[in-house]
């Protein structure tokens, strides 16, 4: 399973666009990078997934460059309810057992 | 996206006895379910992963004895702590996943204090 470093945390001001970057040097041909994001006392949940260059969805971005050794979470417009930890993992989504490793992930904490 | 539960949100035990968590798919068929647990501000450690039908298969150092794991039918995977100790206190995750899919969804977890 590849690992996954990350900042352990961020700081921003509501309205700012966030990055998240996230290491994986060894991750594999057939990994995908998936982002989640926890509060506390909550399951994660999920926030978007990729294979390689950029994917976009109502909440995200994700950038990945060609090497695939590392990945951006782009949070635009950040607001106070984005306060959370996020999480960067790799695996393969293929077959019916392809676990997640969680890594220390990122506490962003939003502020006025 | 699709929802998995899980029951109890939170219990409260004596030292000793043990405690079921159940984990359900509420709408789609889980093949495999995963069961993390996650102590104050650290991060989810996977403690075994569950195949329907099949025997789960625990990470090195969880005692397969003390947290067994049953997942008999595609929605519904349970986590029973047996003779629990206030070192078991923990929050414990759940997450499915489900060949429709290529993400894992997550359950809202259970919050376990042993007295």
């Known amino acids: 399973l590849a690992k996954t470093t990350q900042p352990i945390s961020m700081d921003s001001y509501e309205g700012q666009e966030v990055n998240i970057t996230c290491s994986h040097n060894?991750?594999?041909?057939?990994?995908?990078i998936t982002w989640y994001q926890q509060f506390p006392s909550q399951g994660p949940r999920f926030i978007i997934q990729?294979?390689?260059t950029k994917v976009t969805n109502e909440v995200a971005s994700l950038f990945i460059p060609a090497d695939r050794k590392s990945s951006t979470l782009s949070l635009p417009r950040v607001s106070l309810s984005d306060t959370a930890v996020y999480y960067c993992?790799?695996?393969?989504?293929?077959?019916?057992?392809?676990?997640?490793?969680f890594g220390t992930g990122t506490r962003l904490q939003v502020t006025l | 996206g699709a929802v998995v539960s899980q029951h109890p949100s939170r219990v409260i035990c004596k030292s000793g006895t043990s405690v079921k968590i159940e984990c359900r798919s509420l709408?789609?068929?889980?093949?495999?379910m995963f069961w993390y647990r996650q102590f104050p501000k650290k991060s989810l450690m996977l403690m075994a992963t569950s195949n329907e039908g099949s025997k789960a298969t625990y990470e090195q150092g969880v005692e397969k004895d003390k947290f067994l794991i049953n997942h008999a039918s595609l929605t519904l995977s349970t986590l029973t702590v047996t003779s629990a100790h206030p070192e078991d206190s923990s929050f414990y995750i759940c997450s499915a996943r489900g060949l429709a899919y290529n993400e894992q969804f997550f359950g809202p977890g259970t919050r376990l204090t042993v007295l």
């Open positions: 060894n991750i594999a041909t057939n990994d995908y």
């Open positions: 993992l790799v695996g393969d989504r293929t077959g019916t057992a392809s676990k997640l490793t």
């Open positions: 709408d789609f068929q889980a093949t495999t």
């Open positions: 990729g294979y390689k």
